[in-house]
C-alpha cells in the first residue's frame, strides 16, 4: 500500500467548495450591481467580490481562501451593526 496517497489532502472538496461559493458569489455580485444603479447599498456588490475571490482561492487550494472569508465576514458583522445597530430582531435576518 503506498503512503503518499494517505498523506495527501483530498482535493475534490476544496473545488466543489470553491464552485458553491463562487456561485454565491455571482449571485450576490449580480444582485448587488441592480441594486447599486437603482441607488441601493453596496454591499451585495461587495460581498459578491468577496465571494468570488474566495471561490476561486478554495479552487486553488490556496490557504488564503479562509482570510478572504473571515475578512468577508468580519465586514458583514460591522455592515450589519451599522444598518440597524443592537436591535436583536433586525439583526436576526442579517
Do not use: C, H, N
Not at 4 to 31: D, I
Amino acid at each position: 500500500m503506498s503512503s503518499t496517497r494517505a498523506s495527501q489532502p483530498p482535493r475534490l472538496l476544496p473545488r466543489l467548495l470553491g464552485v458553491l461559493f463562487a456561485l454565491m458569489g455571482l449571485a450576490l455580485l449580480a444582485g448587488g450591481i441592480k441594486l447599486a444603479t437603482l441607488g441601493g447599498s453596496l454591499y451585495y456588490l461587495l460581498a459578491g467580490v468577496g465571494l468570488l475571490i474566495t471561490g476561486g482561492l478554495l479552487w486553488g487550494q490556496r490557504r488564503e481562501a479562509l482570510s478572504v472569508y473571515g475578512i468577508v465576514l468580519l465586514l458583514s458583522s460591522l455592515w450589519s451593526l451599522m444598518e440597524v445597530g443592537l436591535d436583536w430582531w433586525q439583526l436576526v435576518p442579517r
